[in-house]
C-alpha cells in the first residue's frame, strides 16, 4: 500500500508524496530506500502486499460491519467489484485487486524515456591509522572502500577508480584523500524534463547518500571491519563536473561520443557608454 504521508528524499528538498513520484523520472526516483518502503505499489516493487490487519470501509453504507480484512474481498464472487467501487479495499488490498505490478499508467502520447549514463568524480577525506605502503595492501583497502560505497548507493551504479592518496597534512591519524567516480545509469523523459535535470538529481541524490552513510558510519563500519584499519571520516563527498553519456540509441557497432554537462555561460553585464560632459555655451 502507498503511504498517504509525506517522507524524505535525501537530496530533493521538502518532503514528498508517491504523487511526486509517479509523476516524472519514475524509474530513478524508485531507486531511493526511503521511496520503495513508501511507494511500493506505485514502484511496482515486490514489497507490494495485502494490508493484514482490519481496516475501516467507510464508503460502504451497506455493511454493518465496516471493519474488514482482505480475505472478506476474496471471498467475494466478485471481488473485481469492490477493488473498483471501495476505494479503501482498492488502498489495503493491492494484491487482491492486481494492482501490484501495475505501477504508474504511461501517457498514451508519452515520449519514449531516454537512457544516459552519468559519471560523477568524486573526492573526500578520510583520516586512517595506517595507510599502506605495499601494493598488494593498498588494493585490498582500495578494494574495501570502493564495495563499502558502492552498497550505500542505488541500483544500477558503479564505483570506478578509487584511490588513496596521502595528504601533505599530519594529524593524530594519517590524512587521506579518496578519489574515485560514481557511474549511474539514468533515465528521463523528454518533454517533462530535461538531461540537465536528470544530471542534477543524480549528482544531488549520490553526494546526499554518500554523506549520510558517511555520517552514520556505514562506510567506515564495513572497512573496518573487513581491513582491520581504523578510519574517521572528516568531509562529505564533493564532486567535480559530471560526464553524461548517450546509450539509449547506439547499438553495439557504435562508439557513444561522451560530452560535458555544462551550463550555458552567464553573460557579463556591460554598463552603456557614458556620454561626455559638455559645456554650457558661453554668453556673447
Do not use: H, M
Not at 501495475?102 to 568524480?121: D, F, Q, R
Not at 541500483?155 to 577508480?161: A, D, I
Not at 596521502?166 to 567516480?181: K, N
Amino acid at each position: 500500500v502507498d503511504s498517504s504521508t509525506r517522507f524524505k528524499v535525501p537530496g530533493f528538498g521538502p518532503d514528498k508524496l508517491c504523487d511526486w513520484v509517479a509523476r516524472k523520472d519514475t524509474d530513478f526516483r524508485c531507486t531511493f530506500e526511503e521511496v520503495q518502503k513508501n511507494c511500493p505499489v506505485t514502484c511496482g516493487g515486490c514489497n507490494c502486499r495485502n494490508n493484514e490487519e482490519r481496516f475501516f470501509i467507510a464508503s460502504a453504507d451497506w455493511l454493518e460491519n465496516k471493519w474488514k480484512k482482505c480475505e472478506w474481498v476474496e471471498r467475494k464472487p466478485d471481488p473485481t467489484s469492490a477493488c473498483e467501487n471501495l476505494p479503501e479495499v482498492a488502498a489495503n488490498c493491492p494484491l487482491t485487486c492486481g494492482k501490484c505490478n501495475a505501477g504508474p499508467t504511461p501517457s498514451p502520447t508519452e515520449e519514449p524515456a531516454t537512457v544516459i549514463l552519468v559519471t560523477i568524480p568524486v573526492t573526500n577525506i578520510v583520516e586512517l591509522e595506517v595507510i599502506p605502503t605495499d601494493p598488494v595492501e593498498l588494493k585490498v583497502l582500495e578494494d574495501a572502500f570502493t564495495e563499502a560505497i558502492l552498497a550505500t548507493l542505488p541500483p544500477k551504479s558503479e564505483v570506478l577508480n578509487l584511490q588513496i592518496v596521502a595528504s601533505d597534512r599530519r594529524r593524530l591519524l594519517q590524512e587521506a584523500i579518496l578519489e574515485y567516480d560514481v557511474q549511474q545509469e539514468i533515465s528521463y523523459t523528454p518533454g517533462q524534463t530535461t538531461a540537465e535535470e536528470a544530471t542534477n538529481d543524480a549528482v544531488v541524490g549520490t553526494l546526499n547518500t554518500l554523506a549520510l552513510a558517511g555520517s552514520n558510519g556505514d562506510i567506515q563500519e564495513s572497512v573496518e571491519d573487513s581491513t582491520g584499519i581504523i578510519i574517521e571520516t572528516l568531509d562529505d563527498p564533493t564532486a567535480g563536473e559530471p560526464e553524461v553519456e548517450d546509450i539509449s540509441t547506439f547499438s553495439p557497432t557504435q562508439s557513444p561520443t561522451k560530452k560535458r554537462s555544462t551550463k550555458a555561460p552567464t553573460p557579463t553585464p556591460t554598463k552603456a557608454p557614458t556620454p561626455p560632459p559638455t559645456k554650457a555655451p558661453t554668453p556673447t
